[in-house]
């Protein structure tokens, strides 16, 4: 079993930043694809963006150019930098891996934004 531990979320301000941290661990076999997702209440979880073991990144198109997407292979961990934050980036930020050739998912960490 993988286990993800998510931190860095909380309150920010308009035009703020915030860099969240996933870290797997477990039995850990392989770790192919990792990646953030979000969430509001009553709507669908969204990708936000994802990297493969490779460095290869993919990013919603509303966050393109705000967010970067990073991961370290010897740490399992991938990270997520958010800058110029809006309001509507407000939600709970959920962390993905594909490893052992399965789907894991964070408990989630909220991201808000407000003045």
């Known amino acids: 079993q993988v286990q993800l531990v998510e931190s860095g979320g909380g309150l920010v301000q308009p035009g703020g930043s915030l860099r969240l941290s996933c870290a797997a661990s477990?039995?850990?076999?392989?770790?192919?694809?990792m990646g953030w997702y979000r969430q509001a209440p009553g709507k669908e979880r969204e990708l936000v963006a994802i990297?493969?073991?490779?460095?290869?990144?993919n990013y919603a198109d509303s966050v393109k150019g705000r967010f970067t997407i990073s991961r370290d292979n010897a740490k399992n961990t991938v990270y997520l930098q958010m800058n110029s934050l809006k309001a509507v980036d407000t939600d709970v930020y959920y962390c993905?891996?594909?490893?052992?050739?399965?789907?894991?998912w964070g408990k989630g960490t909220l991201v808000t934004v407000s003045s």
């Open positions: 993905y891996v594909h490893a052992n050739f399965m789907e894991f």
């Open positions: 477990g039995s850990i076999y392989r770790i192919n694809v």
């Open positions: 990297i493969t073991n490779s460095g290869s990144s």
